[in-house]
């Protein structure tokens, strides 16, 4: 299983976008790469999933560069209920979803 | 609001009694999970069903016994805890009952303490 490395912390202003970025550098070829947000005495929620190049939803944007040896979560345009901690995976295909220490983000007013 | 609900929210339990964590999801999801997760650390994985039966174990003590009874319902029956298995017991469910990169939906957890 692909080991990843996020910052432990970030601090952020209302309103400004928030770039996460995770580092996997021992990604397989058919490994996806899935984040998900957990606020406090609540369960992980998946945020978005990606493979290569640049994903969109409505939430945020996942850009993986041609390499896969990482990745970065951009949320735009943060507020305070995006205070949480983010959670960058990387996926097999099997029932192992595994989770890394994350990244505790703060938005600030 | 979340699809998976647990039950109960929370439990407080001695080191001898017996009592079990409930977990419900019906988005016909094949696949059901169990996380157990300690205050400021990332959810750990205990166990994986896959149809139903037992795909994954890891390698989790015996005072905590997993059961899928049907595809909709998982339970987590527990006896004889330690107060180091205090935590946020998170069920998780995913689409597909064979693996696959389907994203997992989680309950909120049932949190539990041992004294």
């Known amino acids: 299983l692909a080991k990843t490395t996020q910052p432990i912390s970030m601090d952020s202003y209302e309103g400004q976008e928030v770039n996460i970025t995770c580092s996997h550098n021992n990604i397989a070829t058919n490994d996806y790469i899935t984040w998900y947000q957990q606020f406090p005495s609540q369960g992980p929620r998946f945020i978005i999933q990606?493979?290569?190049t640049k994903v969109t939803n409505e939430v945020a944007s996942l850009f993986i560069p041609a390499d896969r040896k990482s990745s970065t979560l951009s949320l735009p345009r943060v507020s305070l209920s995006d205070t949480a901690v983010y959670y960058c995976?990387?996926?097999?295909?099997?029932?192992?979803?595994?989770f890394g220490a994350g990244t505790r983000l703060f938005v600030k007013a | 609001d979340t699809e998976v609900t647990q039950t109960p929210k929370h439990l407080v339990m001695g080191m001898t009694n017996k009592k079990s964590l409930k977990c419900e999801q019906h988005?016909?999801?094949?696949?059901m999970y169990w996380y157990k997760q300690k205050a400021k650390k990332p959810p750990e994985l205990m166990f994986v069903y896959s149809y139903e039966k037992l795909s994954i174990n890891e390698s989790v003590p015996s005072r905590f016994s997993p059961e899928c009874p049907n595809s909709s319902l998982l339970n987590l029956h527990l006896h004889a805890l330690q107060p180091e298995d205090s935590a946020l017991y998170l069920c998780?469910?995913?689409?597909?009952?064979?693996?696959?990169?389907?994203?997992?939906?989680f309950g909120n957890g049932t949190r539990l303490t041992v004294t």
């Open positions: 995976l990387v996926e097999t295909g099997g029932f192992k979803t595994i």
């Open positions: 988005m016909g999801h094949r696949a």
């Open positions: 998780a469910s995913s689409q597909s009952g064979g693996g696959g990169y389907s994203p997992l939906h």
């Open positions: 990606g493979y290569k």
